[in-house]
């Protein structure tokens, strides 16, 4: 049983900062692409932010230059660093990975259950 379970979520003031973790559990064979998402109340889910294994990024331009998305493919961990908070990110954060749990299976995206940033004065 593969699970993903992120952790780091919480309040923080306008301007603070935070970090995101998102750790794959149970046995793999390999972790392709590692993603953050976001949903907001009443909006849809958006990618924040992707890295694949070879360690090449993606982010949505509205977190550019603000958040950095890095990863541990020795632990099979994504990390979201966000700096500079907005109270408009504040959203459930969701991650997500592409695994492929043995070598002759296909890959598939799994998700974590969400953590909560808020960021509020």
């Known amino acids: 049983q593969v699970q993903l379970v992120e952790s780091g979520g919480g309040l923080v003031q306008p301007g603070g900062s935070l970090r995101l973790s998102c750790a794959s559990s149970g046995s793999v064979f390999r972790v392709n692409a590692m993603g953050w998402y976001r949903q907001a109340p009443g909006k849809e889910r958006e990618l924040v932010a992707a890295?694949?294994?070879?360690?090449?990024?993606n982010y949505a331009d509205s977190v550019k230059g603000r958040f950095t998305i890095s990863r541990d493919n020795a632990k099979n961990t994504a990390y979201l660093q966000m700096n500079s908070l907005k109270p408009e990110d504040t959203a459930v954060y969701y991650c997500?990975?592409?695994?492929?749990?043995?070598?002759?299976?296909?890959?598939?995206?799994?998700w974590g259950q969400g953590t909560q940033v808020t960021v509020s004065s």
């Open positions: 890295i694949t294994s070879g360690g090449i990024t």
């Open positions: 997500n990975a592409d695994i492929r749990r043995l070598y002759y299976t296909a890959s598939v995206v799994y």
